[in-house]
């Protein structure tokens, strides 16, 4: 466990049978199952417990508002392209249909046309789904949607877009939807048009470098160096045969790092070589005739940068698949005198192109012990030799499948193999792309649950993928099967609920309304840690809050009524961050009433009223107003206001007021005893 900006307090279930239910009373808690984490984190939190990463991924694409630090990251070294000066003159009109193919930067662009009219904290994304001819603004805003379908071009017309480019207007507000060049727009549209010309790939590069060094990763010495080596023939043919600002950048970080370490400049470009299509072929080929040599390459690639022993286990699991897959035996054809041994695992990773990176603290990688990681040279090599190990030869999904079932428990490797899967399944094509992912999905394991879900995430940064892992989610929640349940749960705990947090907060509804089983409580754990998630980012915590009022309202000992009491216990146990420090703790419940104090009014009111949560919230709000800090963080004496207008003779907030009176009374005593 470490703490790091952006943290959050623990408590996970691990499924140990026979112990006793967790509980929290009189300052103590007990864990049936799990480890618990008591006290506030400051930072990133990540525990693997059972090998389950709770480690949340955020999104690059939104629906919904983005926050201003994301978007100031995706415009950091942004380049306005030749096409920007149109788009300007064209978005005077409201409306901006900006054409473009995949990689040319029209997103980045498009960003940075609505941050200078709303800024950094004024863009909205929309659902790629949305059609703009019935979408309608609310505020004044800049709207932003990715990927225009076919359906909703078709539905666009010159009547269409001038209604809308007045509804915008009035409302103050901007849209920019970029169109795919294999999408036809009817010919009214034109006004609203323009292609998207990509900026030189040049200026791409010398513009990351400086924005680099600004930002303190390269002295003025390396600077001056790696902008040299960019002017170089070698570097302007790569730039040439690789235009794309994705390349660009690539190039610029690669230069960065041979800047700072002092490596010759001709391995950039072999490090980039090394991630082409073309050399996973060449490497792959060598490979197909050793068992040990794709065996290995396949562990480094689904789990890069993980830990030598992990990289061994999966490769010696693998290896034996894949001589029965070729119909050889592993005990034909010994030789006289074998090697028992057999060559020592740093002298099989450099005949793959692998390499041992220098060992690693516990600290530094978030476990107890320390690490030794395990990668390939090229930053895009582990993702081609994935791709093509996984969708170019048949049958190898199903081995990395087997061999993936058959490892124990290791830290990170749901994270690892998860991400990687499902960025291969973004270029995966036919009906089976995403019911392959059930049997883990189906898992009383929870990491391999954990792996679908960032596959899931991974998968949904595509956005013509987006409504194919909507669908299966939404089958997934009507599932009979706890365990594809808390599936679905897992992954609205990560980049898909933060990217879609409307759509998430559903998919939790519904996984509720399936039969209960032996794995309710992990069920239970799953949709906790996804409202956790959601709340800790600020825009979703009015939906949430009023999720939560819907389930607290629930009938009694449902386990809707459970969850919303587990989500307002943590709020009032949680505590505001202290002065001064590193970032925000959890969502307290002075947080709550200061600035939600509409949702807040009802919710406490409910909850006053429910015996499961009563005592906990009354000693919570009498905390609130005898600390200083936390009463004017909480606006505590206009909310109290507005909670005795809204609760006045409920049984719930006359109690409450009565231990508010004896709490008062007896304060002087006490002051006075002690």
Not at 345 to 367: F, I, Q
Not at 415 to 425: E, F, K, S, T, W
Not at 445 to 474: I, M, N, Y
Request: aromatic fraction near 4%; proline fraction near 7%.
């Amino acid at each position: 466990m470490s703490s790091g900006p952006g943290g959050e307090r623990v408590l996970e279930d691990t499924a140990r049978a026979g112990q006793p239910e967790s509980g929290f009373r009189d300052n103590q808690q007990w864990v049936g199952q799990g480890t618990a984490f008591m006290g506030d984190v400051y930072g990133d939190a990540h525990f693997h417990a059972a090998a389950a990463t709770e480690e949340v991924v955020k999104p690059r694409l939104r629906e919904g508002p983005y926050p201003a630090d994301e978007v100031s990251g995706k415009l950091s070294g942004f380049v306005e392209p030749p096409s920007h000066a149109t788009c300007r003159k064209a978005l005077d009109r409201r409306i901006l249909l900006l054409g473009a193919e995949d990689g040319t930067g029209a997103g980045t662009a498009a960003f940075a046309l609505l941050a200078e009219r709303h800024g950094t904290a004024g863009i909205t994304g929309l659902d790629p789904m949305e059609d703009p001819a019935r979408w309608r603004p609310k505020d004044a805003r800049g709207y932003l949607l990715l990927g225009l379908s076919q359906d909703a071009a078709d539905s666009l017309g010159g009547v269409v877009l001038r209604g809308l480019a007045e509804l915008l207007r009035q409302a103050g507000a901007h849209l920019v939807v970029t169109v795919g060049r294999e999408v036809g727009l009817p010919a009214e549209t034109c006004a609203w048009q323009v292609v998207h010309v990509p900026p030189p790939p040049y200026d791409v590069a010398v513009n990351r470098l400086r924005t680099m060094a600004g930002a303190g990763e390269l002295t003025g010495e390396q600077l001056s160096t790696a902008l040299g080596h960019l002017a170089s023939r070698e570097f302007a043919d790569h730039l040439r045969a690789h235009p794309l600002p994705g390349d660009s950048v690539e190039l610029a970080e690669e230069l960065r790092e041979v800047a700072a370490s002092g490596e010759p400049a001709v391995t950039v470009l072999e490090r980039l070589r090394l991630g082409s299509d073309s050399a996973a072929r060449a490497a792959l080929d060598k490979a197909r005739h050793s068992a040990d040599a794709v065996s290995l390459i396949a562990a480094v690639a689904l789990l890069h940068r993980r830990d030598r022993t992990v990289i061994e286990r999966f490769a010696a699991e693998l290896r034996p698949l894949l001589h029965e897959r070729a119909g050889v035996g592993t005990a034909a054809d010994q030789p006289e005198r074998p090697d028992v041994l057999g060559p020592p695992l740093e002298d099989r990773l450099t005949a793959v192109g692998a390499e041992l990176l220098p060992p690693e603290s516990g600290t530094a990688r978030r476990y107890r012990y320390p690490v030794r990681p395990v990668a390939f040279s090229g930053r895009h090599r582990p993702g081609t030799l994935l791709r093509r190990l996984w969708l170019e030869y048949e049958g190898m999904p199903e081995l990395l499948w087997r061999a993936l079932e058959a490892l124990p428990a290791q830290p990170g490797v749901d994270m690892a193999a998860g991400r990687a899967i499902g960025r291969v399944l973004r270029h995966a094509t036919g009906p089976n792309a995403l019911r392959q992912l059930a049997p883990f999905a189906a898992s009383d394991r929870r990491w391999q649950r954990r792996l679908v879900a960032f596959a899931l995430g991974e998968v949904a940064q595509h956005t013509g993928l987006r409504s194919a892992v909507q669908e299966q989610l939404r089958q997934w929640s009507r599932s009979r099967s706890v365990d594809i349940r808390c599936t679905v749960a897992e992954t609205c705990a990560g980049s898909y609920g933060l990217a879609r947090p409307t759509t998430a907060l559903g998919l939790l509804d519904a996984v509720l309304d399936g039969p209960e089983g032996d794995a309710e409580r992990n069920l239970r754990t799953a949709v906790s840690f996804a409202l956790r998630v959601l709340l800790s980012e600020e825009p979703n915590h009015v939906r949430v809050l009023g999720k939560v009022g819907e389930w607290l309202a629930s009938e009694h000992g449902t386990l809707r009524q459970a969850l919303a009491v587990d989500v307002i216990g943590e709020m009032v146990r949680a505590t505001p961050p202290r002065p001064g420090g590193s970032g925000p703790g959890r969502v307290s419940l002075a947080d709550v009433l200061g600035d939600h104090p509409q949702q807040a009014v009802p919710l406490v009111a409910l909850a006053l009223d429910t015996p499961a949560i009563h005592e906990v919230v009354a000693g919570g709000l009498i905390a609130i107003e005898q600390d200083p800090r936390m009463r004017c963080r909480a606006a505590f004496t206009p909310f109290l206001a507005a909670l005795s207008g809204a609760a006045r003779g409920r049984r719930g907030f006359t109690r409450f007021m009565l231990r508010r009176h004896r709490s008062r009374a007896a304060a002087p005593s006490e002051r006075t005893a002690s």
